[in-house]
């Protein structure tokens, strides 16, 4: 069974630029979740998708962050415009029911 | 709202030795999960193992186990016979249960495990 599939795998902006995360869960997984880890911290979620609709987004910054997950299945993290804080790694994961499965990640770096 | 600490940012241990890792979390609840996650420098979140807090029976999976004390909201991991591969961050992790549905996981801020051969 294939993973979840993120990309870019890295990305390098300058600050008040804009940046956008695509993520692919696996097939048939409902739940989908974005967590951005900063460096030397846990992950943090920054929005869970049950399907299309929004289920948690309390700790997304909306004043920059934006998330969309078309027809349930993929899913895209927008930032703009991006702070130098901005900088971690974006992980997206899947679950069908308890256990979640993580992707690889995007490492942004914002100068 | 969760909170999970992990109090130890680094452990290092001798292959094949046993180390363990601590994690106390704060929670209201009464029903969860909680977990451990093994993050290699590869950023890929791999799980660990499992516990539901409704089963006294502590989790184990090969070489890996848990310590589970409900009252004292204290769930930690023990690593028998380490091994070189081990090697990682070790990220203790909270979900509350909620029926048929899937929260998103609270984090601590992670042990580096280091296997000195």
């Known amino acids: 069974e294939a993973g979840v599939a993120q990309s870019p795998r890295y990305k390098i902006i300058e600050k008040r630029q804009s940046v956008a995360f695509w993520c692919n869960p696996i097939s048939g997984h409902a739940t989908l979740y974005w967590y951005q880890q900063i460096l030397g911290q846990g992950p943090k979620l920054l929005i869970q998708f049950q399907n299309n609709g929004v289920v948690d987004d309390s700790q997304l910054p909306k004043d920059r962050f934006s998330a969309e997950r078309l027809k349930g299945v993929d899913s895209t993290l927008k930032i703009q415009p991006a702070k130098l804080e901005d900088s971690a790694v974006y992980l997206c994961?899947?679950?069908?029911?308890?256990?979640?499965?993580f992707g690889p990640g995007t490492r942004l770096t914002v100068t | 709202a969760q909170t999970v600490t992990q109090s130890q940012p680094e452990m290092s241990v001798q292959e094949a030795e046993t180390v363990t890792l601590s994690c106390t979390y704060d929670t209201s609840e009464s029903d969860y999960y909680l977990f451990w996650y093994k993050q290699p420098p590869s950023r890929q979140m791999i799980l660990v193992i499992r516990q539901e807090a409704y089963k006294q029976q502590n989790a184990t999976e090969n070489r890996f186990s848990v310590n589970f004390q409900k009252a004292a909201k204290s769930f930690s991991l023990k690593i028998s016979d380490s091994q070189l591969g081990d090697a990682a961050m070790y990220f203790c992790?909270?979900?509350?249960?909620?029926?048929?549905?899937?929260?998103?996981?609270?984090f601590g801020k992670g042990t580096h495990l280091i296997i000195q051969p």
């Open positions: 994961a899947s679950s069908l029911f308890y256990e979640q499965y």
């Open positions: 992790a909270y979900r509350r249960y909620s029926g048929g549905g899937a929260d998103g996981l609270t």
